[in-house]
């Protein structure tokens, strides 16, 4: 993901990286690989300031400004505002052979290819997990004896075929020629980063020309989507993202002002959380890993401490109105010695950050169920099922990969149509179950779950920051739209992990109004099932504990969740009696060994029973602490 982030990290991360082989293996670099092969025309220039004078690429890439299989055995040369680079063409002949083909077949396209009146290069780069970590590589590569005889083949064959280093390359040969090269990836990961609908579409379309037998002939002018679209499509990815931008242009501005070491090691720390691994998904976990997440945020926040420390606001409060997550609507920051909270006034007035910095965890690591464009793989393998009584079987290639960890997966397929945050307001109908509010299969009798909340008020008070949020909005009662306003006040003191919540519901119906109202948190605790995360209630640990149960109790004014692992607990109080909801979050998604669910985070509702008469007031209270058994 080098093109979406500052290009002073970027060179910051080369020069590194390069420092690091250069003490270690005595070699210094003078190439790289481009992680998912995401290029943009910009990168040659970065990359030639880092000292790097090669990289390697798709043939897509290529193919997408007109070159041809017969044009690209070779290397070409590129460059941006004057700033050269040499560029390998990646094989995508030897990338679908090796290793899922016969030694035999890399061999037959390589003697296909070659030339005693010319010298012709191909090139193969590609991850090391197809040997031995993709599903069924192990046993194919090792057991089988794929990689032995591999390299058998290559040894007898070395009269004609040469292999040789980047570099050895670039001094024996000429560039083929000029070239510039689209925004691009490989084609599988442009595809995954379209929206649901049109990931579809897509497939349809390339069915079409294979059923049409003109794919191969046409498959350069199909392309998906953008490597960016990716903070589009996932709002997590982009909060993720927009922190990381954050702190980012902080420790470059406190760098031009100061030689603090501890700039260096924040800048260290948020390298590591600008590694591509959870910013994307597709047939790989990424962002549906909540551990991948997790390290992401460990390194941010980590960061965000050394920076506060140069700057010596790390015991101070700091109130900040700024378009956070650059989605057009200003967000509210509140930074206490112990807590950081991310509002956002126009959605909901909801909180979408929440890190605690003694542990340097963001308790609102959360993630949405929404559609992708495989789900509809999901039933037609259970339909398949139910009609074969067998399920499909597997192929070779990953990218075709469809098979189930688990029976009855499909019937997890539930959509959110709000971000799985913390203080949602709700106003449920009558006839709602926790089963059903879970599975969203409810209705909302309100406006206010995804309305646009005003800050009506901030205040940085000595010992406290305060803000509080108001929406004019409706409530339906009796067949007709009832006016309703909500203000809720939330304050963070200084000294404490705390965060109170004051919430005043207010009509100016002459008649009462019989309400359900609820107050949505989610938290996102890694581990739904295992024994050292789980609920409590009034300090008694409730009998199905774990942060992936479900369940119900009535008329009580506490719930609160243990994390031993992380040193984590938290405590949510409400002034009034409330029925409490709690239930797990999990998500259907592909991996490298197919379909899975795999839990996210813990809901709970608080909820209440109202007769409106003018206003209605009630405090929530979260307070997050060490665990202490």
Request: charged share 30%; aromatic share 12%; net charge negative.
């Given at each position: 993901?080098?093109?979406v982030?500052?290009e002073?990290?970027?060179i910051?991360?080369?020069?590194?990286?390069?420092?690091?082989?250069?003490?270690?293996?005595?070699q210094e670099?003078?190439?790289m690989w481009?992680a998912?092969?995401?290029w943009?025309?910009?990168?040659?220039?970065t990359?030639?300031?880092?000292?790097m004078r090669y990289s390697v690429?798709?043939?897509?890439?290529f193919?997408?400004?007109?070159l041809?299989?017969?044009?690209?055995?070779g290397?070409?040369?590129?460059?941006?505002t004057?700033y050269p680079?040499?560029?390998?063409?990646?094989?995508?002949?030897?990338?679908?052979?090796?290793?899922?083909?016969d030694?035999?077949?890399?061999?037959?396209y390589l003697?296909?290819?070659?030339s005693e009146?010319e010298?012709?290069l191909?090139?193969?780069?590609?991850?090391?997990?197809?040997?031995g970590?993709?599903?069924?590589?192990?046993d194919?590569v090792?057991?089988?004896?794929?990689?032995?005889n591999?390299?058998?083949l290559?040894?007898e064959?070395r009269s004609?075929?040469?292999?040789?280093h980047?570099s050895?390359a670039?001094?024996?040969l000429?560039?083929?020629?000029?070239?510039?090269?689209?925004?691009?990836?490989?084609?599988?990961?442009?595809?995954?980063?379209?929206?649901?609908?049109a990931?579809?579409?897509?497939?349809?379309?390339e069915?079409y020309?294979?059923e049409h037998?003109?794919?191969n002939?046409?498959?350069?002018?199909v392309r998906?989507?953008?490597?960016?679209n990716f903070?589009a499509?996932?709002p997590?990815?982009?909060?993720?993202?927009k922190?990381m931008l954050?702190?980012s242009?902080?420790?470059?501005?406190?760098?031009?002002?100061?030689d603090n070491?501890?700039?260096?090691?924040a800048?260290?720390h948020?390298w590591?959380?600008?590694?591509?691994?959870?910013?994307?998904h597709?047939v790989?976990?990424?962002?549906?890993?909540?551990?991948?997440?997790h390290?992401?945020?460990?390194?941010?926040?980590?960061?965000d401490?050394?920076?506060?420390?140069?700057?010596?606001?790390?015991?101070?409060?700091?109130?900040?109105?700024?378009?956070y997550n650059q989605?057009g609507?200003?967000?509210?920051?509140?930074?206490?010695?112990?807590l950081n909270?991310?509002?956002?006034p126009a959605?909901?007035?909801?909180?979408?950050?929440?890190d605690?910095?003694?542990?340097n965890f963001?308790?609102?690591?959360?993630?949405?169920r929404r559609?992708?464009?495989y789900?509809?793989?999901l039933w037609?393998?259970?339909?398949?099922?139910e009609n074969?009584?067998?399920?499909?079987?597997?192929v070779?290639?990953?990218?075709?990969?469809?098979t189930?960890?688990e029976?009855?997966l499909e019937?997890?397929l539930?959509y959110?149509?709000?971000?799985r945050?913390?203080?949602?307001?709700?106003f449920?109908?009558?006839?709602?179950?926790?089963?059903?509010?879970?599975?969203v299969?409810y209705?909302e009798?309100?406006?206010?779950?995804?309305?646009?909340?005003?800050?009506?008020?901030?205040?940085r008070?000595?010992?406290?920051?305060?803000?509080?949020?108001?929406?004019?909005?409706?409530?339906?009662?009796?067949?007709?739209?009832?006016?309703l306003r909500?203000a809720?006040?939330?304050?963070?003191?200084?000294?404490?992990?705390?965060?109170s919540v004051s919430y005043?519901?207010?009509?100016?119906?002459?008649?009462?109004v019989?309400?359900?109202f609820?107050v949505?948190?989610?938290?996102?605790?890694?581990?739904?099932y295992t024994?050292?995360?789980?609920?409590f209630?009034?300090?008694?640990?409730?009998?199905r504990?774990?942060?992936?149960s479900r369940?119900?109790i009535?008329?009580?004014?506490?719930?609160?969740i243990?994390?031993?692992?992380?040193?984590?607990r938290?405590?949510?109080?409400?002034?009034?009696?409330?029925?409490?909801?709690r239930?797990?979050?999990?998500?259907?998604?592909?991996s490298?060994?197919?379909?899975?669910?795999?839990y996210q985070?813990?809901t709970?509702?608080?909820?209440?029973r109202?007769?409106?008469n003018?206003?209605?007031?009630?405090?929530?209270?979260?307070?997050?602490?060490?665990f202490k058994?």
């Amino acid at each position: 993901m080098g093109a979406v982030i500052p290009e002073e990290d970027r060179i910051g991360q080369i020069r590194k990286q390069s420092r690091w082989v250069k003490d270690h293996l005595k070699q210094e670099p003078k190439g790289m690989w481009l992680a998912e092969r995401v290029w943009e025309p910009g990168l040659p220039s970065t990359l030639h300031k880092a000292g790097m004078r090669y990289s390697v690429i798709d043939d897509a890439h290529f193919k997408y400004s007109g070159l041809h299989d017969e044009d690209l055995l070779g290397y070409y040369i590129t460059e941006d505002t004057g700033y050269p680079l040499r560029i390998f063409p990646i094989s995508q002949k030897l990338r679908y052979t090796i290793p899922f083909q016969d030694p035999q077949e890399t061999l037959n396209y390589l003697r296909e290819i070659a030339s005693e009146a010319e010298d012709r290069l191909i090139v193969f780069a590609d991850d090391g997990e197809k040997f031995g970590v993709w599903p069924g590589t192990h046993d194919l590569v090792f057991r089988r004896g794929w990689l032995e005889n591999f390299f058998h083949l290559i040894q007898e064959n070395r009269s004609w075929i040469n292999v040789l280093h980047f570099s050895e390359a670039i001094n024996r040969l000429k560039p083929l020629g000029r070239v510039y090269l689209p925004t691009a990836s490989y084609a599988e990961m442009m595809q995954w980063s379209l929206p649901s609908d049109a990931f579809r579409k897509y497939e349809e379309f390339e069915h079409y020309l294979k059923e049409h037998q003109v794919y191969n002939q046409y498959a350069v002018f199909v392309r998906g989507g953008f490597w960016r679209n990716f903070l589009a499509k996932y709002p997590e990815s982009n909060q993720m993202h927009k922190r990381m931008l954050y702190l980012s242009r902080k420790a470059w501005s406190l760098k031009q002002k100061s030689d603090n070491p501890l700039i260096d090691q924040a800048l260290d720390h948020i390298w590591a959380g600008q590694c591509n691994c959870p910013y994307w998904h597709g047939v790989f976990g990424g962002l549906y890993l909540g551990h991948i997440r997790h390290a992401i945020y460990h390194e941010l926040i980590t960061a965000d401490k050394l920076l506060r420390k140069v700057e010596g606001t790390e015991n101070k409060l700091n109130l900040v109105e700024t378009d956070y997550n650059q989605d057009g609507y200003q967000e509210v920051l509140l930074e206490t010695p112990n807590l950081n909270l991310c509002i956002e006034p126009a959605k909901g007035g909801r909180i979408c950050e929440l890190d605690y910095l003694p542990a340097n965890f963001n308790l609102l690591n959360t993630l949405t169920r929404r559609e992708e464009g495989y789900h509809h793989k999901l039933w037609e393998m259970a339909q398949a099922k139910e009609n074969t009584g067998s399920d499909r079987e597997q192929v070779a290639s990953i990218h075709d990969l469809v098979t189930s960890k688990e029976e009855g997966l499909e019937k997890y397929l539930h959509y959110d149509f709000y971000e799985r945050k913390s203080l949602i307001d709700h106003f449920l109908a009558d006839d709602t179950t926790i089963e059903k509010f879970q599975a969203v299969d409810y209705a909302e009798v309100g406006d206010f779950v995804n309305g646009e909340y005003q800050l009506a008020k901030k205040t940085r008070q000595r010992d406290a920051l305060i803000i509080e949020l108001m929406r004019e909005g409706k409530v339906k009662y009796a067949d007709q739209e009832v006016p309703l306003r909500i203000a809720k006040q939330i304050r963070v003191p200084r000294e404490n992990s705390e965060i109170s919540v004051s919430y005043r519901l207010q009509t100016d119906s002459p008649a009462k109004v019989p309400l359900w109202f609820g107050v949505e948190f989610n938290f996102g605790m890694l581990a739904g099932y295992t024994d050292d995360r789980y609920y409590f209630c009034d300090d008694e640990i409730l009998p199905r504990r774990n942060l992936a149960s479900r369940g119900e109790i009535n008329q009580k004014n506490h719930l609160g969740i243990v994390d031993e692992y992380n040193n984590i607990r938290v405590d949510l109080r409400s002034d009034v009696a409330a029925k409490i909801w709690r239930f797990p979050i999990e998500t259907i998604s592909l991996s490298e060994g197919g379909f899975e669910r795999v839990y996210q985070s813990s809901t709970i509702l608080f909820s209440y029973r109202i007769e409106l008469n003018k206003k209605w007031n009630v405090l929530l209270q979260m307070k997050i602490s060490g665990f202490k058994k």
